[in-house]
């Protein structure tokens, strides 16, 4: 039987990464942002690379396309064993600047997507009693600074709702984690707006995304009795602070 693992929030970097990487095992990678017809790279890659997938156009703000998506995969693909929320929403406004419409949406995304995606999976993982849910942080997730008050309260609350989770879902066998990517990561959003700091790569100073879905790998994989609930991931030049 096929195992799904599903990537909400599949872009071109981290989550595209994290798709690949589970395709490698064997896993079918459902791959979903808003825009499904974005993903049509992706999913040629690891069709090249000799894996599956499969892409879905969702905005996993809606609950009910949230909720139609994880059924069409439960019943056509296969028991997802994996659900990796990936979302970023990261904007810097500084806070007289921050309008009502920018903080809900930041919000929406950042969070609120964030509790339907790992309560839908949820459903379906709790009666088999096994799982992972995993949901990606940030340096904002643990710490606010000028100019993201928005962004770090859509990532603080994302926090809040994982460790709560996994607190609640443990006894039933569900793998919930919080891994916090604390650094800048090898993007061409990087590489076009930060020049200085996309130099760093050279000497290995920014995060590399197939590094970051190894983590991810390993996390699911890890015995029932040593399960990591947060995870720090930073490059050696990155202070444990996340200043340079």
Not at 157 to 171: F, G, H, V, W
Not at 212 to 225: E, F
């Amino acid at each position: 039987m096929n195992k799904a693992a599903l990537v909400v929030g599949a872009g071109d970097a981290t989550g595209g990464a994290i798709a690949r990487r589970f395709a490698r095992e064997g896993y079918v990678a459902c791959v979903a942002r808003r825009n499904g017809d974005k993903l049509a790279p992706l999913v040629n890659a690891i069709h090249a690379d000799r894996g599956q997938a499969r892409a879905f156009g969702c905005d996993a703000r809606q609950e009910e396309q949230v909720v139609g998506m994880v059924q069409t995969i439960e019943q056509e693909v296969g028991p997802i064993e994996v659900a990796v929320f990936n979302i970023g929403a990261n904007v810097h406004f500084p806070i007289l600047e921050t309008t009502e419409r920018v903080y809900r949406k930041v919000w929406e995304m950042g969070a609120f997507a964030g509790f339907l995606t790992g309560r839908e999976a949820a459903r379906v993982m709790v009666p088999r009693q096994r799982g992972t849910i995993i949901f990606t942080g940030a340096t904002a997730s643990v710490r606010g600074r000028t100019g993201f008050s928005a962004f770090a309260g859509a990532k603080h609350a994302l926090r809040a709702l994982a460790e709560s989770m996994a607190r609640e879902l443990a006894p039933q066998g569900i793998h919930v984690a919080h891994p916090v990517i604390d650094g800048a990561i090898d993007t061409a959003f990087i590489r076009d707006n930060f020049p200085k700091r996309y130099k760093a790569k050279a000497h290995g100073g920014i995060l590399d995304p197939e590094h970051i879905a190894d983590a991810y790998w390993q996390l699911h994989t890890q015995p029932r009795d040593c399960w990591t609930f947060e995870l720090d991931l930073r490059p050696w030049s990155e202070s444990v602070f996340g200043i340079q």
